[in-house]
């Protein structure tokens, strides 16, 4: 019967022989996933695996800095990519939903080849795809509509012309949650909420600018942060904030103001699929609806979405 001690031990001898002296290039992106995959590689052939984690500056506040620490302390070779400039740069003008995803999806390619190329002989890129994304992506592709473009970086290994590995391909998340905790990984990393590739982009409805993405930041931290502090965090499948395209007039001391309107969402749901959203505590809802209202400028209004999946969809765009 499957045990994840004996998925580890037969995973690492398998990729042992399929590698053999190769490189390996990974990119990590934070979730667990992609963690789960590179702490298997490594304990197959580490030093031979390069990981690199790219900064899209789209991701939640401290986010970057904080992963990489934390790669950095579980012995992994990673390469930190500062591309914040790049992907703001080719977002400006951008609203379209789609065009957001495939902007960020080329992007995303461009600068994770750029440097690939710069590791020596490197033969393979390793992926963390789980079974759900195959099932996924088989349907994306297929004759029904896309729905969205999930895939962003698709079109990877045939542009880097590298062979693919991806150890977890016939695992379910919690499968690779309980092959994470095998590895040691820290119950931070393997606890961690789904984040979108395309991060807080598709939370910005409209276009994406610095400005915009820096308040979100804080709304959004404020949200987790007082999930966790409540301790809710462990309780929802995924939360986060989405910045509307909408002012509305709020009053501050005898002022009035116009200011920006934040929703804030949560869900349970086993794989995305469907979803429901959260009944948090009101007395909660009230506390952090205050508390980003005061302390982020440019906020005046704070709304809750109680739609469920489907028929809206965990995301906005
Ligand atoms: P939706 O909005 O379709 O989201 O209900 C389902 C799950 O997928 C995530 N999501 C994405 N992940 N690239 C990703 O890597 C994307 O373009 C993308 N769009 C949505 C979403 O956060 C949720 O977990």
């Excluded at 308040?215 to 939360?239: C, M, P, S, T």
Aim: glycine share 10%; hydrophobic share 40%; charged share 25%.
């Amino acid at each position: 019967s499957w045990t994840p001690a004996s998925f580890v031990e037969e995973t690492v001898a398998s990729l042992k022989q399929q590698i053999g002296n190769d490189k390996v290039v990974l990119g990590l992106s934070g979730g667990v996933d992609s963690s789960v995959a590179a702490m298997l590689l490594h304990r197959a052939i580490g030093e031979q695996l390069t990981c690199l984690f790219v900064d899209n500056g789209l991701l939640r506040k401290g986010e970057y800095e904080k992963v990489l620490d934390s790669y950095k302390h579980m012995g992994l070779n990673v390469v930190g990519i500062d591309a914040r400039e790049r992907f703001l740069g080719e977002l400006k003008g951008v609203s379209d939903p789609e065009q957001k995803r495939k902007t960020i999806g080329r992007v995303f390619i461009e600068v994770f080849d750029g440097e690939a190329q710069k590791i020596k002989g490197v033969k393979w890129l390793a992926q963390g795809t789980i079974y759900p994304d195959v099932i996924e992506s088989m349907s994306v592709n297929g004759p029904s509509a896309t729905i969205k473009s999930h895939h962003n970086v698709g079109g990877l290994p045939e542009r880097m012309n590298l062979k693919v590995v991806e150890p977890l391909k016939l695992l379910f998340k919690d499968e690779v949650r309980k092959v994470g905790q095998e590895l040691n990984i820290s119950p931070t990393i393997l606890g961690r909420h789904p984040f979108p590739g395309p991060g807080l982009a598709i939370r910005i409805i409209g276009e994406v600018t610095a400005e915009k993405v820096a308040l979100l930041q804080e709304v959004d931290n404020i949200f987790i942060e007082g999930l966790r502090k409540h301790d809710l965090y462990d309780k929802v499948w995924q939360a986060g904030a989405i910045l509307l395209p909408i002012q509305s007039v709020g009053v501050m001391g005898d002022e009035r103001t116009y200011e920006n309107v934040v929703a804030l969402r949560a869900v349970t749901s086993t794989d995305g699929m469907t979803a429901d959203w959260v009944h948090l505590p009101f007395e909660f809802l009230g506390r952090i609806s205050s508390e980003i209202i005061n302390r982020v400028k440019g906020v005046n209004r704070v709304v809750y979405d109680i739609s469920s999946k489907p028929p809206a969809t965990i995301e906005w765009e």
